[in-house]
């Protein structure tokens, strides 16, 4: 019976193992900007947590990455307004011809006030 309850303890504990290794830390993303890996940060950008999603955000920032250009647009929906307003930023610091579209989009969810 120890042994039954011994090997359920050694299964939970190797799943909770596994499972955590799945979320990127912050010293990944720090090592994904390092190397120029802005697949894994526009990946990083869905991540659930807040505090993951801001610092690909400025990792992607950093590097200027205009292959982020359409995620970081994406994040205009994030229910987070730190999210909104740090993406926002980046998307101006990147600047390029891409962000025309978004642009568009922002404009049509920003209600302007007639005279």
Known sequence: MKSVS?????????????LSGCEPKPADIQKWKAEGNTS?????????????RLDAIAA???LKAEKAVAP?????KDPDV??????????????????????CR?????????D
């Not at 730190?82 to 642009?103: E, F, M, R």
């Open 6 to 18: 011994l090997v359920k303890f050694a299964s939970v504990v190797l799943a909770a193992l596994v």
């Open 40 to 52: 894994k940060l526009i990946k990083a950008l869905k991540d659930s947590r807040q505090f993951i």
């Open 60 to 62: 992607l920032e950093e």
């Open 72 to 76: 970081l647009g994406a994040l205009i």
């Open 82 to 103: 730190v999210v909104v307003h740090k993406s926002l930023a980046a998307l101006a610091t990147i600047g390029t011809l891409q962000l025309n579209p978004i642009c």
């Open 106 to 114: 922002l404009s049509r969810l920003i209600q302007i006030p007639p």
